[in-house]
C-alpha cells in the first residue's frame, strides 16, 4: 500500500469531479430524492459526480472497496476503501450558496470510523478552487501551503457547527451551542462539515462538533485536521462519527469535548 499513490489519485479525482459539480450547478440543478428526511435531498448531480468517482477509481484500483453518500457499499480485496461524499453540502448546492466541495478519503483496515486508519485525503471547494489534501505522516495542505491548525487566544475560539435534518434533534443541538458559547468568540453554520473541518486544519475555524454524521461526512477532513496537529474525536475514548464529533487544536478539544459531556450528561435531546 502506497499512501502517496492514493493521496495523488485522490486529489487527481477529487479536481475532476468537483469541476463536473461545478458545471452541473451552472446548468441548473435538479432534486432527484430526499433520504431522511423532506429537507435532507440528493440531487441527480449527487448520483452523476459519485458515478464519476466510482468509474475513476474502479479503473485506477480495482481491487478497492468504495463507500459513498449515494450509492451502495462495495467490499474489496486489497485492504484499502474509498471513503467519498460526491457533493458535501447538498442543499447549499441546491440553492445556490457556493459553499460545498468533493469530498475523498483512502482509508485501509475496517470501513468504519474508529476501526479504519485513514491514508490520504482530498477535500475540493470548486467554486472557489481551493484544494486542501494529506497524506499520513506528510501533512495537511492547503495547494502548496502547509496547514497548521490555530493557538485560542483570550478573545475566545472561532468556533463553527451543524444541525441535523430531524427536527427532533434540534433541542439537543441548541443547547449543546449554548454550552459551548462560553468559548466562543463567534459561531459559524455554513453546511458542508468537510470544509468545516478542512477550516480547523487551515486555522481558519478554531474548532468545530456536531452530531449526526456520517462516515463519509468526516473521514477526509479528520485526516486534514490531525494531520494540521489538531485531534479529531467523539464522545470520551470513542471515534467521531454519529454520537459527536470534535475538532480543534489540542488545548481546545478538550474544552470542548468536556463541556459537550456536559449537556448531554443532564439531558441534551439527540
Do not use: C
Request: glycine share 14%.
Amino acid at each position: 500500500m502506497d499512501a502517496e499513490r492514493l493521496h495523488v489519485i485522490a486529489v487527481e479525482i477529487a479536481r475532476e469531479a468537483g469541476a463536473l459539480a461545478r458545471r452541473r450547478r451552472s446548468e441548473g440543478v435538479a432534486v432527484a430524492a430526499t433520504k431522511s428526511t423532506l429537507a435532507d435531498i440528493v440531487t441527480e448531480a449527487d448520483r452523476e459526480v459519485e458515478q464519476l468517482i466510482r468509474d475513476r477509481l474502479s479503473a485506477e484500483r480495482p481491487d478497492d472497496g468504495f463507500v459513498g453518500e449515494e450509492s451502495d457499499a462495495q467490499p474489496g480485496t486489497s485492504g484499502v476503501t474509498w471513503i467519498v461524499d460526491p457533493i458535501d453540502g447538498t442543499v447549499n448546492y441546491a440553492y445556490g450558496i457556493p459553499h460545498y466541495a468533493v469530498s475523498i478519503a483512502a482509508v485501509t483496515g475496517e470501513p468504519r470510523p474508529g476501526r479504519w486508519e485513514a491514508q490520504a485525503a482530498a477535500v475540493y471547494s470548486p467554486v472557489v478552487d481551493e484544494l486542501f489534501h494529506a497524506v499520513r505522516g506528510g501533512g495537511a495542505w492547503l495547494g502548496e501551503q502547509r496547514l497548521a491548525v490555530s493557538t485560542v487566544t483570550d478573545a475566545g475560539a472561532l468556533l463553527a457547527t451543524g444541525f441535523g435534518y430531524d427536527p427532533a434533534t434540534h433541542d439537543g443541538d441548541l443547547a449543546r451551542v449554548r454550552r459551548l458559547m462560553v468559548l466562543a468568540r463567534d459561531l459559524r453554520r455554513a453546511g458542508a462539515a468537510s470544509l468545516d473541518l478542512a477550516y480547523v486544519a487551515a486555522g481558519r475555524l478554531d474548532g468545530y462538533f456536531e452530531r449526526g454524521l456520517k462516515p463519509w461526512d468526516h473521514a477526509a477532513g479528520a485526516l486534514l485536521v490531525t494531520e494540521a496537529g489538531g485531534l479529531v474525536g467523539g464522545r470520551p475514548g470513542g471515534a467521531p462519527g454519529a454520537d459527536m464529533t470534535i475538532a480543534a487544536g489540542p488545548g481546545l478539544f478538550e474544552r470542548m469535548r468536556d463541556l459537550l459531556d456536559e449537556v448531554d450528561g443532564v439531558g441534551g435531546n439527540g
